[in-house]
């Protein structure tokens, strides 16, 4: 983990989203977006650079997409 300014604001910003898809997907039991909320809570902690937590965001986010896509 480090401590680049850049790399706390990020890993603040998708642990806000995280944060909302899990809540969301609590209440309305909506499995894709409580999992996804879930990831995006704690992929920041196993990242160690700033182009890995972009591109690990950026995968979590299309997959959420995607299944959403699929009708789940």
Known sequence: MSLDPTWLF?????GGIGFVLLVYGK??????QLVAGVAFLAYPYFTGSLV???AVGLVI?????WVIRLGW
């Open 10 to 14: 990020l890993s603040l910003i998708t």
């Open 27 to 32: 209440k309305q039991q909506r499995w894709p």
């Open 52 to 54: 890995s937590l972009i």
């Open 61 to 65: 986010g299309f997959g959420l997409w």
